[in-house]
């Protein structure tokens, strides 16, 4: 099981292990905005990156906090905005690096939206790199403020596209190697067509048969996954 590291957070989300640039499977498409991100030097406006669920914007949040390493980085979901105060967002612009994912939660709060404009504009003025992430683009969520509204306007936008099934795939196994699963022949497919094709699904059926009781020398075989999983 994936450890995390809390050290950069103030609050126990902490970064998945496994959420890296080398561990991203990277289509086409998004390799623009991949390598971007991967050039802090070009950070030097906000970056919005939208795109529908389970397309990998979380994983590409957190990356960018692995790759600052010690400069200083926090990332903040904020589907976890309910135990949290907007206050949190003050002060976090004398970081090099602030990520802000699920940006829509804050939609509608005029809270939190207040607080998103002073970030934003307490960043513009600092050295501070801000990335953000959100389910769709900007002009199409409804903001109570138009403050926060044109300023997300005038932010770098990325669409993040989703993976095909080749992609998919590739990303499983890539995660099932990585956590050093011994999968038997066949099993990868049998999941595959057996399982909703959406990588968050997907990465928690690896969870599961990480968290099992099989030892890891073990060879997972297909009834194996179907005790596991109850299929």
């Not at 967002?89 to 809270?111: N, T």
Request: aromatic letters at 6%; proline letters at 4%; a negative charge.
């Amino acid at each position: 099981m994936s450890g995390k590291h809390e050290d950069q957070l103030p609050l126990a989300v902490g970064l998945e292990d496994e959420a890296t640039f080398q561990n991203f499977v990277c289509s086409l498409e998004n390799l623009q905005l991949v390598t971007w991100l991967q050039d802090p030097g070009r950070l030097d406006s906000p970056v919005l990156i939208w795109g529908p669920p389970a397309c990998g914007r979380t994983h590409l949040l957190q990356a960018c906090c692995h790759l600052t390493g010690d400069r200083g980085a926090i990332f903040l979901p904020l589907r976890y905005k309910d135990q949290l105060q907007p206050e949190i967002l003050e002060g976090v612009s004398g970081l090099s690096l602030i990520c802000i994912d699920d940006l829509q939660f804050a939609a509608g709060d005029r809270d939190w939206e207040l607080a998103l404009v002073r970030l934003i504009n307490a960043v513009n003025s600092t050295d501070s790199h801000l990335v953000l992430a959100a389910s769709a683009k900007a002009a199409d969520i409804l903001w109570e403020l138009a403050d926060l509204r044109s300023r997300l306007q005038q932010a770098l936008v990325f669409r993040l596209h989703p993976l095909g099934d080749e992609g998919i795939m590739e990303a499983f196994e890539l995660r099932a190697r990585n956590r050093g699963l011994n999968l038997a022949a066949g099993v990868t497919d049998f999941i595959y067509f057996r399982a909703e094709r959406r990588l968050d699904v997907l990465m928690d059926i690896i969870d599961q048969l990480d968290q099992s009781s099989i030892q890891r020398q073990h060879r997972i075989t297909i009834p194996l996954v179907k005790g596991i999983l109850n299929w």
